[in-house]
């Protein structure tokens, strides 16, 4: 065989294994011995289906040389095709006749223990050398993954040491809420002064399970009637989700009250577009997002929001929303 160096040609060795298999499946003697050849042919020709598959799909000049290395004059694909050739003149049978005996006609087993065993012994062996072939790929494609993780690590720890936005990114991030300020936030002396009435929430073992089962999305519901005190809860819980991941550059944690005044007032999309904008002062990196949909200020539309929360909570380890008076 003059060597195998395109898809085709892999193909048509493909085609040729199976019609030696049919061949060799009509013996009727040696059930032993036939049963062993067919496992050996069958598992030869899959695994050079799998070349053929990664011949159409990995389409570069690494692949191809290893292609070429097979189908060398005297290497394995020229190998495995004299082999099915010297199979199918030991039947009778033409390689080119697709034509299977009739049962009268059923051929008879022709190799004596010496050459089937050098059958075997040479299949096994052109088996082996294409998994290595393919394993040695698989090294190469593994490095290329590897790298491109880097690279990955590499620009996602650059895009983590952004310090500051510019006055132009900061004018945008602001005109996302109009409403200014949404709540009354705590300071510290009245968080630990309140701390003494939220502890035991923080202590429950739902918040701690809740908490511990963060990498994947979930919701805590704290009810109770008017006054009970869960909007104090609610700026406790969040003043401390915040000091425990202060230290983690990919956690952000987002607060919105719904205060009785303009409760009704409040539609989705300012609500989403105000957690858009804690989202971006708080981790200033992910500012790329909005850079990317060329925003150019104001509220933000519900889909924007929506889309823009979903990229940040893809970059983020932690992600906490804070709905206080939601009811």
């Known amino acids: 065989m003059d060597g195998v160096n395109d898809s085709a040609s892999l193909v048509a060795l493909v085609q040729l294994a199976g019609a030696v298999i049919n061949y060799v499946s009509t013996v009727i003697d040696a059930p032993t011995q036939k049963r062993k050849l067919l496992a050996a042919l069958i598992q030869t020709r899959g695994l050079i289906s799998t070349l053929v598959e990664l011949t159409n799909e990995v389409q570069d000049e690494d692949w191809s040389y290893t292609i070429q290395s097979l189908s060398a004059r005297n290497g394995p694909l020229s190998t495995f095709h004299g082999l099915l050739e010297q199979i199918s003149r030991k039947l009778g049978v033409a390689p080119s006749d697709v034509k299977i005996k009739t049962v009268i006609n059923r051929l008879r087993w022709p190799f004596d223990q010496t050459s089937f065993q050098e059958m075997i012994t040479s299949l096994e062996q052109l088996k082996s050398h294409f998994v290595l072939t393919m394993a040695n790929d698989h090294i190469r494609f593994s490095k290329a993954i590897r790298n491109e993780l880097h690279e990955v690590q590499k620009h996602h720890t650059q895009r983590q040491t952004v310090m500051s936005l510019s006055k132009e990114q900061e004018l945008i991030v602001k005109s996302l809420s109009l409403g200014g300020g949404l709540f009354l936030e705590l300071d510290e002396h009245e968080v630990m002064e309140r701390r003494a009435h939220a502890e035991w929430f923080l202590l429950h073992n739902a918040f701690k399970k809740w908490h511990n089962t963060s990498y994947t999305p ?17 700026q406790v819980t969040r003043f401390f989700l915040k000091a425990w991941h202060q230290s983690e550059v990919d956690s952000c944690v987002t607060y919105f009250a719904f205060n009785l005044p303009r409760r009704e007032k409040l539609s989705e999309a300012p609500v989403l577009s105000n957690i858009v904008q804690q989202i971006l002062f708080e981790r200033l990196y992910l500012i790329e997002h909005i850079a990317a949909l060329r925003v150019t200020g104001g509220p933000l539309s519900s889909i924007e929001s929506i889309d823009l929360i979903s990229q940040a909570r893809r970059d983020l380890e932690h992600f906490y929303i804070i709905l206080d008076g939601l009811n």
């Open 218 to 234: 979930s919701i805590l519901l704290l009810t109770g009637s008017p006054g009970s005190g869960k909007s104090s809860i609610c």
